[in-house]
């Protein structure tokens, strides 16, 4: 069946398909040559699933070898390098990825468009992630090494120097993890760009800035953010690289250089980072939120606002990650006060939130169960980092496990939350099957409690004295009763993913069928079949508010009435 | 789980204790930090209870009554002057948070000194810590004493934090915040303890394959126990003709270009001074405890408790490690 345009799989288009060899090959090439936002959408989507899993199993290493003190499950070579790859995976293999499956696959539908605005940028840049990634884990058999573990990078996901020099690092395992993530950073940049194009340049008739999704001016900011931001990352991998190579001694000290300048180079890219990959999970909350609530999202200008407020404010705080490194306390107290401020516009997001789901007719389906302890978490999460901003608790702090329980609150329970929130809110979109709410809830609950038993507890060890990135730890500082209980919250969160990778699969198969609208949703990608078209929209749309189809569906009480 | 923390007791003791607690302050600096988070936990906390609380609401009072409770709410946009509002509280809160914090920074950080602190330069090693007593002339290793403080006339201990490689961090959690250890920079911090004991730590700022087991002791002594031990460490190494053998291995098996022995004619820089060896109560920086089974397993093959330290093994035969072991005994 020489046909061009394939049944995609799993759609209700029920034409018989021959499994001959030549049609699964062309059916495989359709998904490496694609120029399709939707494909590069599901592509990047699974590389992100793909290596959460992974970033998960280094997690579980991890807690299984602190589950004891002394334990010997990993020696202290390997487990330097699992948190390392474990933090490396999680912010640029699963990370920086989600966001941009998201928001490749569902920007054009929402503004009407036929696609990106550079449909081969996006491929590029797909691609250049994808390898980037697997250079990276190339580093575990590349080459013999000097421990049996290969070149894993084993200097902490922030790979401080002087320790990244040819004098304390002499194998690879610093070039592996510079190299790859120029290779990545690229990729970053390509759909940076590809969705600020797409969002101010390809939306259709009527849809002005205002109208716009919250979905897509927050991914469209986010991506702003990442291509300041990538920048001084890159730059001080290529001055490292300098050092060990051609002789430079950027950041080699016993030649002159500088430890503090890495530091800076690299949290000016890391903080604006994590903000880069926390803004597309409050997008994806702006839209589970009001239509679970049944009612529009609550003060849009400034929810707009805010957010971009956000993405600046989080330019000018990031030495908040270096109040132990010997700053005069004038530059100490400068950091306080910038990293309070960006408290304020976030805080300002919750209270809209709530007051969108203030007066409403909230349905707990499994997205709204999510995105309901996302917004309590990310509340938590918000304050523990006032916490951590206070420069002299910092002091006791800083490295300790209660930053790892600070981070992983909004890593896992703000944006984990968030993205299986969305994808059990579309999938019904980009597959035209339901997930399973019944196995949905078994995800969300259990994951609920393994997450607050991991990660509340967390806290306790560091506000008694147990520092990050050990192998072990003293039987005798009343720290083990506290990381045995951490672990088996970690098993039990394995569990809740594992349910979810099996819903995925079976419902993919099985599902019920969701029709173009399920949700009874408001905004255009819902006009659409499920799976849509390769076009998206036969004819193009146009719309006279934020709620296109909230419009259609109330002719005699639409949006354009009130905003 | 807060309330689960706060009903520990080890968390909140007075004095020093075996574990490292923020909340068990027993020096000024970690005192006046304990205090603060107390403050900053108060409004924290209010803050979770009201927000949370809020949102508990509402996920019961506006649920869906049924399935067939399908009518749409009234639609509100929003509003400005609840915007405003809760835009200025939060700015209030930030206002006075900062305030306090701006204040303790300077309290600590730009703390005049007083005549009588006791000056030790600290210095940050792959994995080891180097104590140095400029002006009493003395070198201690990984195991730090210093004087109780009196509060009515303090003698607070000045450390100059300086690192001979990679970045490390001084964290005794009890006794002050961490500061980092950086090499090429100089960083300073003043400890100014109230109880006589034992206070733990280790390095907190990643540094390589055996950063878990860069620990900390600090020993507070009353005056009399530190002056006693001031004067030992002061004296050069015992000379005991009884293991001049193991001196001998010591001094040709190249264990001298890397330790010292003050008297001796090992003067190296790289590895910790053994001069007073078993003054300590551990070895390898809290590794494992001083005896003498495990001086000689360490010396024979050190990965044994410390994998990928950069002291090697020697290659000495049992009868040289009984020798050098018996040497190193005597190192009061």
Known sequence: MADSTYPIPGSLETTPRRWSQAAILEWLNSWVITVDHKKLGILYILYAIFFLLVGGAEAIAIRIQLIHPNMHFLSPQVFNRIFTMHGTTMVFLFGMTYIFGFANYLIPLMIGARDMAFPRLNALSFWLTFFGGLLLYYSFIGGGGLYGAGNAPDVMWWAYAPLTERAFSPGHAPDYWALSLIVTGFGTIGASINVIATAFCMRCKGMTLMRLPVFVWVNATASGLALITITPLTAAQVMLLIDRYLGGHFFDTQAGGSAVVWAHFFWIFGHPEVYVLVLPAFAIANEVIPVFSRKAIFGYPAVVAASVGIAFVSLGVWAHHMFTIGMTSAGNAFFVLSTMLVGIPTSIKIFNWLATMWGGKIRFATPMLFCTAFVVQFLLAGLTGIMLSIAPWDWQLHNSYFVIAHFHYILVGAIAFCIFAGVYYWYPKVTGRMLSEKLGKWHFWLFLIGFHVTFDVMHIPGLLGMPRSIYTYEADRGWTGWNQIVSIGGFIQAIAVLIFAVNLIWSYFKGKEAGNDPWDAWTLEWATPSPPPAYNFATDPVVTSRRPLWDLKHPDDPDWHYE | ?332
């Open chain 2, 1 to 332: 789980m807060l309330l689960v923390f706060f009903a520990c007791q080890t968390a909140f003791a007075e004095g020093p204790q075996s574990t490292p607690s923020i909340f068990s302050p027993a020096s000024t600096p970690a005192n006046d930090i304990y205090e603060l988070s107390l403050f900053v936990l108060t409004i924290t906390g209010a803050i979770f209870v009201t927000v949370a609380g809020l949102i508990a609401f509402v996920i019961f009072r506006y649920r869906q009554k049924g399935p067939d409770d399908t009518t749409e709410p009234a639609q509100i946009y929003g509003s400005t002057q609840v915007e405003l509002a809760w835009t200025v509280i939060p700015v209030l809160i930030v206002v006075v948070l900062f305030l306090t914090t701006a204040r303790m920074i300077f309290a600590i950080q730009d703390a005049p000194k007083p005549k009588a602190a006791l000056d030790v330069t600290v210095v940050g090693h792959q994995f080891w810590w180097e104590f140095n007593y400029p002006k009493l002339g003395i070198r201690a290793v990984n195991e730090l004493h210093v004087p109780v403080s009196d509060p009515q006339s303090p003698t607070p201990t000045y450390l100059t934090l300086l690192s001979a490689d990679v970045i490390h961090s001084f964290w005794v959690p009890q006794l002050a915040g961490k500061t980092d250890v950086v090499p090429n920079n100089v960083n300073k911090l003043w400890i100014d303890p109230h109880h006589t004991g034992l206070y733990v730590g280790q390095c907190a700022q990643f540094c390589g394959v055996q950063h878990a087991l860069m620990l900390l002791r600090v020993y507070v002594d009353t005056p009399e126990q530190f002056a006693t031990w001031v004067k030992n460490q002061q004296q050069s190494a015992v000379s005991d003709e009884n293991v001049a053998a193991g001196r001998h291995v010591f001094e040709t098996q190249a264990c001298m270009n890397c330790h010292s022995i003050a008297g001796t004619a090992a003067t190296g820089r790289y590895g910790p001074d053994l001069t007073h060896l078993m003054s300590r109560a551990t070895l390898a920086s809290g590794a494992m405890d001083n005896t003498k089974d495990n001086l000689r397993e360490w010396i024979r093959h050190p990965d044994t408790f410390k994998t990928g330290v950069l002291m090697p093994a020697m290659q000495l035969n049992d009868q040289q490690l009984d020798q050098v072991t018996a040497y190193l005994s005597t190192l009061r």
